[in-house]
T-cell receptor, first 112, second 116 residues
Framework: GESVGLHLPTLSVQEGDNSIINCAYS??????FIWYKQESGKGPQFIIDIRSNMDKRQGQRVTVLLNKTVKHLSLQIAATQPGDSAVYFCAEIPNTGNQFYFGTGTSLTVIP | EAGVAQSPRYKIIEKRQSVAFWCNPI?????LYWYQQILGQGPKLLIQ????????DSQLPKDRFSAERLKGVDSTLKIQPAKLEDSAVYLC??????????????FGPGTRLTVL
């Protein structure tokens, strides 16, 4: 099976600072990656995606970086806000289908 | 646009009992997914439907879990009999090939199951 893992299970940052959440994946043939945010008691919510033919993609306050050489994905959140406190998952979609493989998740806590 | 609806939100049962969860996907979404999320872990796909047909159920414990989507709209996931290790949040998600991001899955709030 696929293996998607995260380097750090928890992360605490000061409000206003930038956050970086990392993710390692195992399938070099994966075609598509997504970052999801899950707040307590809610389902995961799409944040940003990136295809394997890209190295970087930017959204509103978020940037995803993909390093295919070392099979590493990161999510950068600029000017982190209390509302960013949640668990963040990376998900990998192999090019053999559209099944998602989710990592364990990183819990982000923003300190006011 | 209404999101993915799930019910109940919470369920507590004793082991060996049966339980059923219901999901109504976003209108028009042909693909429906059921995930199991154990506390502290990422969601794990149990079954994927395309309209009323099963696309992938390779990780569904078929001796006790079953799911159906008879009319290709809403879906039911059943556990019979439940075990202690089934305690988890059961998430339903849907997606559409016609959406701007066809791979984006929209998740419901989940049903939190506690098996005692």
């Amino acid at each position: 099976g696929e293996s998607v893992g995260l380097h750090l299970p928890t992360l605490s940052v000061q409000e206003g600072d930038n956050s970086i959440i990392n993710c390692a994946y195992s399938n070099s043939a994966s075609d598509y990656f997504i970052w999801y945010k899950q707040e307590s008691g809610k389902g995961p919510q799409f944040i940003i995606d990136i295809r394997s033919n890209m190295d970087k993609r930017q959204g509103q306050r978020v940037t995803v970086l993909l390093n295919k050489t070392v099979k590493h994905l990161s999510l950068q959140i600029a000017a982190t806000q209390p509302g960013d406190s949640a668990v963040y998952f990376c998900a990998e979609i192999p090019n053999t289908g559209n099944q998602f493989y989710f990592g364990t998740g990183t819990s982000l806590t923003v300190i006011p | 646009e209404a999101g993915v609806a799930q019910s109940p939100r919470y369920k507590i049962i004793e082991k060996r009992q049966s339980v059923a969860f219901w999901c109504n996907p976003i209108s028009g979404h042909a693909t429906l997914y059921w995930y199991q999320q154990i506390l502290g872990q990422g969601p794990k796909l149990l079954i994927q439907f395309q309209n009323n047909g099963v696309v992938d159920d390779s990780q569904l414990p078929k001796d006790r879990f079953s799911a159906e989507r008879l009319k290709g709209v809403d879906s039911t996931l059943k556990i019979q009999p439940a075990k202690l290790e089934d305690s988890a949040v059961y998430l339903c998600a849907s997606s559409s090939l016609q959406s701007p991001k066809p791979n984006e899955q929209f998740f419901g709030p989940g049903t939190r199951l506690t098996v005692l």
